[in-house]
C-alpha cells in the first residue's frame, strides 16, 4: 500500500514537471448576477456515463425543450471525475465545454487522466479538449446559496484558498496530526468522515465518496450531514447518478438514475489495487 502510493507520488511528480494541468483560476465563483432566478442543481461523479447524465437531467426537469441541452433557466454543476471508467467520457467533457450553464469542478481522476492518458477516450481527445479539461477549477462558489462544489472536499478550519490539490480531490477523512491539526487522507479505515467535522458557514457539495454513498442493500445513498452534501452513488461502477437541487432543506428530494456496470478497463499496474 505505502509501495503503490509512493510509485503513483512519483508518476504524478515527475509528468507534473513535464506537464502543467493547473487551471489559471482554482477557485471559480458563479456569481449572483449568472444565477438570478434559475434554478442551481449539483449531480454526483458521472464518470463518462453520458446517457445517465442526460436522463437525470430529464428527471429532474432540467432539459430545454428539445432535449439536447440544459434548460435556459437552469444550472447544472457537476462536481467533478467526469471521466474514466463509463462508456462516454470524452463526449461529456465535450457537452460540458460546449454548454454555457452546465459548469464542473475537477476531480482527481480527471488530474489522473490528464497527467497518465490511460484511458482510450484520451487517444481521441484533441488539443481543444485537453485545454478545455485544463482550466477546469477545483473549486466552484454559488454565492446566492452560499454554497460551494468540491470533488472530495474541504479541510475543516482552513481557508478555502489554503486546501492543497490532494484535500479537493482525494480527501475521504481526516485524522489529528502530532500538532492535533487535521489532516487528510483518502483511506475510510481511520480517523473521521470530513463532511462529519465540516464546520464552515459555507454548505459544501461534494463527491468522491462512493463507499458511503451506497447503503446495506446496495441502494444508492445520497448523504446530508450538518452543512455538507455527498453525492458519489458511485455511478462509475454500475450502482446510480444522483444530484439535487440547491438550496438543501429539510426534506431534500433526491434525484438519482441507474448507471450500467462499466466494461472493465486496462490500469496501469501503479494504481491497482
Ligand atoms: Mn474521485
Known sequence: MLATF???FLAVVSLTFSQNIYPDVWHAIIDE???????????????????PFMTLMQQANLLSPDGNTI???????????LV??????LEFVRLIRDTPNLYAVRGNNDDKQMLLRTDEWTKRATEKDWAFMKQLPYTIRVPSYNSTIV?????????????????????????KDEDCNWEATDDTKWGYNWAERWNGNMHIFFGHNARRGVDADGNPLVNFYGNATGLDTNCGKGVALSGVFMPVTETPKV????CPKPKKTKKPKMFRK
Not at 448576477?33 to 446517457?51: E, I, M, P, Y
Not at 470533488?151 to 485524522?175: C, W, Y
Open 6 to 8: 509512493a510509485l503513483s
Open 33 to 51: 448576477a449568472t444565477v438570478g432566478n434559475k434554478r442551481v442543481f449539483v449531480t454526483g461523479d458521472v464518470h463518462g456515463n453520458l446517457r
Open 71 to 81: 434548460a435556459d433557466d437552469a444550472i447544472v454543476i457537476t462536481c467533478g471525475d
Open 84 to 89: 474514466h471508467r463509463g462508456p462516454q467520457s
Open 151 to 175: 470533488h472530495a472536499g474541504l479541510l475543516p478550519g482552513k481557508r478555502l484558498q489554503d486546501n492543497t490539490v490532494f484535500e479537493m480531490t482525494s480527501m475521504r477523512n481526516i485524522i
Open 255 to 258: 434525484y438519482s438514475t441507474p
